[in-house]
């Protein structure tokens, strides 16, 4: 399994970035994916994540009404739109494919690529 985040990058308070996540390696039809996000000295956090179908999305509250997680436009990918971008969202972030229990916790996921790091100056 292969998985590749991008379009990280530097931006200021009240930004916006688009990541996008490719998987390959395994069919993820049954599967959904979810973002998960690290900052220095911090343990892995969730953000977002979705069912393959679309139907069910899940945010943490503290990127409500910031972030959206969607299917990509290509198959087995998947992309998170943050807005409104604060320097706490400062983490490298991560996608993974979802395997089993919450979707909420990272212990359900299953794959790690390397991340993206997204910077917000303040």
């Known amino acids: 399994v292969q998985l590749q985040a991008s379009g990280g990058g530097l931006v200021q308070a009240g930004g916006s970035l688009r990541l996008s996540c490719a998987a390959s390696?395994?069919?993820?039809?049954?599967?959904?994916m979810g973002w998960f996000r690290q900052a220095p000295g911090k343990e892995r956090g969730f953000v977002a994540a979705?069912?393959?179908?679309?139907?069910?999305?899940y945010h943490a509250h503290a990127v409500m009404g910031r972030f959206t997680i969607s299917r990509g436009s290509a198959k087995n990918m998947v992309d998170l739109q943050m807005n409104g971008l604060k320097p706490e969202d400062t983490a490298v972030y991560y996608c993974?494919?979802?395997?089993?229990?919450?979707?909420?916790?990272?212990?359900?996921?299953?794959?790690w690529g390397p991340g993206t790091q997204v910077t917000v100056s303040s």
């Open positions: 993974a494919p979802y395997d089993s229990g919450s979707y909420y916790s990272d212990r359900s996921y299953d794959y």
């Open positions: 390696g395994r069919t993820f039809s049954a599967y959904g």
């Open positions: 979705i069912t393959w179908s679309g139907g069910n999305r």
